[in-house]
């Protein structure tokens, strides 16, 4: 869907490294070796994104470190865009919302830190979930955004007992109603 829109390959994996996670930060070096272009390519379009201030930027020493313009005007169009784009949006739309009792949602891996690598590592936490419907509708929207998605159930309790080797890596929540974590719904 991008694709269509905006020709700039280097600037879709702009905006989806810092719209799918508007936490993620990034430096010039960095993102080139990420994306395996050149500090050029990825310059030049840094700059157009700073200067339509899309993109924030701030010096941490020796490097000027990137970030999504949360407070932009189109901040949540642009964000809406990016997660409609990968499919996220469905996720929650017809797994999250069609499961009862999710008392906390999130995804980790690859599209946590803004990658769009076609595989969406969701967790889902609850102690009343129906597996065979999270099976089902797994199917039903891989088949809607085409990609693949792994879903990991867990109950509240094996949660708590995993939660510290979960809060290690980056993840992109995407509801949150208790179990101490920030409510972010997406809906």
Same mark, same amino acid.
């Given at each position: ?8 390959? $280097?600037? !879709? ?6 719209? @799918? *996670? ?5 430096? +010039?070096?960095?993102?080139? &070796? ?51 784009? $990968?499919? !996220? ?6 797994? @999250? *919302? ?5 008392? +906390?949602?999130?995804?980790? &891996? ?61 993840? @992109? ?15």
């Amino acid at each position: 869907m991008l694709n269509s829109l905006i020709t700039s390959q $280097t600037r !879709i994996k702009l905006l989806l490294r810092f719209f @799918l *996670n508007p936490e993620n930060r990034g430096y +010039l070096r960095q993102l080139a &070796g990420e994306f395996g272009e050149s500090t050029n390519s990825i310059r030049v379009e840094l700059n157009k994104l700073s200067e339509a201030k899309i993109l924030t930027s701030s010096k941490e020493g020796r490097n000027k470190i990137y970030q999504a313009n949360t407070r932009h005007p189109l901040f949540n169009d642009i964000r809406s865009i990016v997660l409609k784009s $990968t499919g !996220i949006d469905k996720v929650v739309s017809n797994i @999250l *919302n069609k499961l009862g009792d999710v008392q +906390l949602a999130f995804i980790r &891996g690859d599209y946590a830190v803004g990658k769009d690598s076609g595989l969406i590592d969701l967790v889902i936490v609850g102690d009343s979930i129906n597996l065979n419907e999270v099976e089902r509708v797994r199917r039903k929207t891989e088949n809607l955004i085409k990609r693949k998605i792994s879903v990991l159930t867990l109950t509240v309790e094996e949660y708590r007992k995993l939660k510290e080797n979960f809060s290690k890596e980056p993840r @992109l929540i995407l509801l949150g109603k208790s179990i101490n974590e920030e409510c972010i719904n997406y809906g």
